[in-house]
């Protein structure tokens, strides 16, 4: 089945402990990206990836690091979170990175920091 | 950058009534507007597209116009049913960057259909 998935999908961590939220997608897509979706905020870019060691900031990177080694998986790692990370946290895909087309999104990871 | 402004932020209906939402964008170069809907604790799903090159664009009850002068375009749902009931998001592309391109979302429109 074409999905793209997330892990953990809830997790609610402290203040400056390091945590990983990992990204998959099994459609062979170049495009991937976070998001973050906030109440009355809707959902704002974090970070995107056009292809495989190519990756750029969004509106709202600050906080978060991302990496881009295989062309599946896109983790979103936040060094030191702090309580205005607590969020929803979504990953979607596209097929190309260069022509709009539909972004499939992941289940969401809710996040909190305490 | 691009900024899209959605409205309302909440609408109710009665089942059976149509729905409007309406979003307007300021990027004259954006040319790909999604909309998706996104149900209680679920992840935002793909409805219904339109590019500029096209002025309307429709699937079964869901409706899509796009009015690039005025830089407006809006999602029409007719025949409302309870499951309609969802926040929408409308996006406008713009490109950015090496030839990519970013979607940015308005804040969303909870739709509430009554029975």
């Known amino acids: 089945e074409a999905q793209v998935t997330q892990n953990p999908r809830y997790l609610i961590t402290v203040t400056g402990k390091k945590l990983t939220v990992t990204c998959s997608q099994n459609m062979n897509h170049e495009y991937m990206s976070w998001y973050r979706q906030d109440p009355g905020l809707g959902l704002r870019q974090i970070y995107y990836s056009m292809n495989v060691e190519v990756t750029d900031k969004g509106d709202v990177p600050e906080g978060y690091k991302v990496s881009r080694k295989e062309k599946r998986n896109f983790p979103l790692i936040l060094e030191s979170p702090s309580p205005n990370q607590t969020s929803l946290y979504f990953c979607?895909?596209?097929?190309?990175?260069?022509?709009?087309?539909?972004?499939?999104f992941g289940p969401g990871t809710r996040l909190t920091v305490l | 950058g691009e900024n899209v402004e959605q409205h309302p932020s909440t609408l109710s209906v009665q089942e059976g009534d149509s729905a409007v939402i309406k979003c307007t964008y300021s990027?004259?170069?954006?040319?790909?507007f999604p909309w998706y809907k996104q149900e209680l604790g679920k992840r935002p799903q793909l409805i219904i597209d339109?590019?500029?090159?096209?002025g309307e664009k429709k699937d079964q009850r869901i409706a899509v116009t796009l009015n690039k002068t005025a830089k407006h375009f809006s999602l029409h749902i007719t025949e409302t049913q309870p499951e309609d009931s969802a926040v929408y998001f409308c996006?406008?592309?713009?490109?950015?960057?090496?030839?990519?391109?970013?979607?940015?979302f308005g804040k969303g429109t909870k739709l509430s259909v009554i029975p």
């Open positions: 979607a895909s596209s097929l190309s990175g260069t022509l709009e087309n539909t972004q499939y």
């Open positions: 339109i590019r500029s090159n096209v």
């Open positions: 996006a406008a592309s713009s490109t950015i960057g090496a030839g990519s391109y970013q979607l940015t």
């Open positions: 990027d004259s170069a954006s040319n790909y």
